[in-house]
Antibody, heavy 120, light 109 residues
Framework: QVQLVESGGGVVQPGRSLSLSCAAS????????MHWVRQAPGKGLQWVAV????????YYVDSVKGRFTISRDNSKNTLYLQMNSLRAEDTAVYYC?????????????WGQGTLVTVSS | QSVLTQPPSASGTPGQRVTISCSGS????????VNWYQQLPGTAPKLLIY???QRPSGVPDRFSGSKSGTSASLAISGLQSEDEADYYC??????????FGGGTKLTVL
């Protein structure tokens, strides 16, 4: 069965960096686009970024453009999110999610999320 | 604020039918399909409706979706206590970004 397991969350000071990982199993990882979606405490869902199946295209929400980088290693079945220059407003649970296609469309399976807290 | 607009709350009694609306624009709902997610308390979102009106395997037929122009709606008939959750609409935008509604908290009275 499809399984997505995020890791790497924690408490980090404003301006610092953090890297998230998402280990995928139960499907052919290299055939699907992947998303990061976040949810601030008590708030709604916010789409963060998407990467095409082969890493050829990446798109970001404006608020993280230039600070966050989505990447993938298809040989390791792993999705990444490198977060730099973190701000308090980046505090959220970060979910990785599998797209139904090899390009961005919509997500069908989600991980359980990892909490990132940006605080001094 | 969110790109797609949903009412913040909705409610109904067991057995009732409730609908949740989702309003967007020509660059998202007007030109792409709409998907709906259900998020039970403390859990990850779950795909509920895709491509405007399709249900993934395992989703009861009490849940249905529709779309017209730049708006969409989710209907839940035969409301049950376990339907109490947050519901989000989502779509792909022409600016090559995913967009969500702000979410609707459904209370079963």
């Amino acid at each position: 069965q499809v399984q997505l397991v995020e890791s790497g969350g924690g408490v980090v000071q404003p301006g610092r960096s953090l890297s998230l990982s998402c280990a995928a199993s139960g499907f052919t990882f290299s055939s699907y686009a992947m998303h990061w979606v976040r949810q601030a405490p008590g708030k709604g869902l916010q789409w963060v970024a998407v990467i095409w199946y082969d890493g050829s295209n990446k798109y970001y929400v404006d608020s993280v453009k230039g600070r966050f980088t989505i990447s993938r290693d298809n040989s390791k079945n792993t999705l990444y999110l490198q977060m730099n220059s973190l701000r308090a407003e980046d505090t959220a649970v970060y979910y990785c999610a599998r797209d139904v296609r090899d390009y961005g469309d919509y997500a069908d399976y989600w991980g359980q999320g990892t909490l990132v807290t940006v605080s001094s | 604020q969110s790109v797609l607009t949903q009412p913040p709350s909705a409610s109904g009694t067991p057995g009732q039918r409730v609908t949740i609306s989702c309003s967007g624009s020509s660059s998202n709902i007007g030109s792409n399909t709409v998907n709906w997610y259900q998020q039970l308390p403390g859990t990850a979102p779950k795909l509920l409706i895709y491509s405007n009106n399709q249900r993934p395997s395992g989703v009861p037929d009490r849940f249905s979706g529709s779309k017209s122009g730049t708006s969409a709606s989710l209907a839940i008939s035969g409301l049950q206590s376990e339907d109490e959750a947050d519901y989000y609409c989502a779509a792909w935008d022409a600016s090559l970004k995913g967009v969500f509604g702000g979410g609707t908290k459904l209370t079963v009275l």
